[in-house]
């Protein structure tokens, strides 16, 4: 359970250090470049990657899992794109709230892909999940800011990204050792992607976005790092982790916002909290005693 709490407490890092980035002029793209850089860094020195004696190209061409780390290295920095696009032409409410809900697809994907058995107490911790989640994203919302047609794309986008990155981490951590060899290759391929974007937008390099992506990728490269360490501790029951991961992130970010940032909770935001730490202890607790 603990590695999941780490992903968690990371992930809400994260957020905090992206919410006062503008104030630091830390120019958000930038700092995810970098972030890659230091991620594969960290990948390679910690985790130490396999390459079972062939040079990294080759690896690359011959490996069994080809396909995963080339889908994660091109979704991680696309879908980030996606996002800030979601929160241009549909708003930040909106946006967020197609993040949260892509956990609908890695829990179908539990059930259908990786053979998790649906019990009493799973599926009361779902109905729970999703319950907290509508309340914790319900606020005020404004009219799409621009396009119509547009933001319900990037909405729909932002929403599938998520939950396919979602289920790719489940299928690297049922890599075993491997896993390793996999996270490096994804972070060298979304550096790749991410330094394209920003050199065919011809953007002006900074000081601030260097400094603040190296911070981001020490961050970044433990929240996915737990995330996939709480999948490999939960083999077993997968709709824990990824509902864990979600419901927490948002309920420990509603609780930051307003201690950090003022942020109003709402009565029903203040209800999802109470819902989504309930989703987690049966899907948890319960599930042990009971499953």
Known sequence: MHYLLLAVFCSVAVSVLLKIARKKNILIEQAIAFNYIVALSLAYFLLKP????????????QSEHSPIFFALGILLPTVFIIMSKAVEY???????????LSLFLPILAAFLLFGEQLNQSRLIGIILA???LFCLISKPTQQMEQGRFKGIISLLLVWLGYGVIDILFKQTAKMG????????????LAACVMFMYLLFKKTRWTTPSLLGGILLGGLNFMNI???IKAHQSFSENPTLVFAGMNV???????????????EKISKINGLGVCLGISSI???FYFD???G
């Open 90 to 100: 549909a708003g930040i409410v909106r946006s967020d709230a197609a993040q949260r």
């Open 281 to 283: 202890l049966c899907l």
């Open 225 to 227: 790092l737990f995330y």
């Open 50 to 61: 396999n390459f079972n004696g062939l040079g990294f190209t080759d690896f690359i061409v």
């Open 248 to 262: 927490g992130v948002i309920c420990l970010g509603t609780i930051t916002g307003a201690l950090l940032f003022k």
């Open 177 to 188: 050792a491997a896993f390793s060899t996999t996270l490096f290759i994804s972070f060298v």
């Open 288 to 290: 042990k005693l009971f």
């Open 130 to 132: 999703f319950s907290a």
